[in-house]
């Protein structure tokens, strides 16, 4: 969903992680530099989290993204205990889309995607499971989700899949602004994704500390707004 910008290119790695493609893992880590408990304040995951989302798309076609942190964990093939996240997206009440993904934090508090199990439904039966992977599983590699320290011009790989997965971010801000249904939010991260497997396309993300993702917007090659109607913090 991207398209590449000019600009210095940083390279994030996690301590002990070494080298790889730009901003994501290599396919050997060490499993111990990672924790299921992720409380980067741009990214928090914490169990019983729950974020709603309205997105509306070509046409004005409006779908609901219910994105849940749940208690359970997998072992991903690279040796890595994540946190999974649950993700669905329902039109007119039908389920259409529904994945599991999985994130974990290193010791410096940046946030690795691992990979993700999506499935899309069309009147109830599955017809794609496309977009799945699992870092160390043919070649693919975590990326980072949400790096520990973002400035503006902070630049990284989000997963890495050759050919199949390859979005980037570029960190544009942290002092930007967002309504949506669930609030005014100041002081939000903002971020420029995109792929060089479609150039054209081109999509800004704002995060709120403490909360997480608030607003996206496809700003080329789509129409796609997803803005925050409600969140609800983990049970303490």
Same mark, same amino acid.
């Given at each position: 969903?991207?398209?590449? *910008?000019?600009?210095?290119?940083?390279?994030?790695?996690?301590?002990?992680?070494?080298?790889?493609?730009?901003?994501?893992?290599?396919?050997?880590?060490?499993?111990?530099?990672?924790?299921?408990?992720?409380?980067?304040?741009?990214?928090?995951?914490?169990?019983?989290?729950?974020?709603?989302?309205? =997105?509306?798309?070509?046409?004005? *076609?409006?779908?609901?993204?219910?994105?849940?942190?749940?208690?359970?964990?997998?072992?991903?093939?690279?040796?890595?205990?994540?946190?999974?996240?649950?993700?669905?997206?329902?039109?007119?009440?039908?389920?259409?889309?529904?994945?599991f993904d999985w994130y974990?934090?290193?010791?410096?508090?940046n946030v690795w995607y691992?990979?993700?199990?999506?499935?899309?439904?069309?009147?109830?039966?599955?017809?794609?499971?496309?977009?799945?992977?699992?870092?160390?599983?043919?070649?693919?590699?975590?990326?980072?989700?949400?790096?520990?320290?973002?400035?503006?011009?902070?630049?990284?790989?989000?997963?890495?899949?050759?050919?199949?997965?390859?979005?980037?971010?570029?960190?544009?801000?942290?002092?930007?602004?967002?309504?949506?249904?669930?609030?005014?939010?100041?002081?939000?991260?903002?971020?420029?994704?995109?792929?060089?497997?479609?150039?054209?396309?081109? =999509?800004?993300?704002?995060?709120?500390?403490?909360?997480?993702?608030?607003?996206?917007?496809?700003?080329?090659?789509?129409?796609?707004?997803?803005?925050?109607?409600?969140?609800?913090?983990?049970?303490?």
């Open positions: 969903m991207r398209g590449k *910008s000019k600009g210095a290119l940083v390279v994030l790695l996690a301590a002990g992680l070494g080298g790889g493609p730009a901003g994501a893992a290599p396919a050997q880590v060490d499993p111990h530099r990672f924790t299921i408990a992720i409380d980067n304040p741009y990214l928090p995951l914490t169990p019983g989290s729950r974020w709603v989302y309205r =997105e509306t798309g070509p046409g004005g *076609s409006v779908q609901r993204v219910v994105v849940s942190v749940t208690h359970d964990t997998k072992r991903i093939a690279n040796g890595v205990t994540a946190r999974v996240v649950r993700d669905t997206a329902s039109e007119k009440g039908r389920l259409v889309e529904d994945t974990a934090q290193d010791r410096r508090g691992l990979g993700e199990d999506t499935k899309e439904y069309d009147h109830g039966k599955v017809v794609s499971t496309a977009g799945s992977w699992e870092a160390g599983v043919n070649g693919a590699r975590g990326g980072l989700a949400m790096p520990a320290h973002p400035r503006p011009g902070l630049e990284y790989r989000q997963e890495y899949l050759a050919g199949e997965a390859e979005d980037r971010a570029r960190v544009l801000s942290l002092d930007d602004q967002a309504d949506v249904p669930a609030g005014h939010f100041a002081h939000a991260l903002l971020t420029k994704d995109w792929t060089p497997l479609e150039p054209k396309v081109l =999509e800004y993300k704002l995060y709120a500390r403490g909360v997480g993702q608030v607003l996206a917007l496809g700003v080329s090659g789509g129409e796609e707004r997803q803005e925050l109607v409600r969140f609800t913090a983990a049970p303490r």
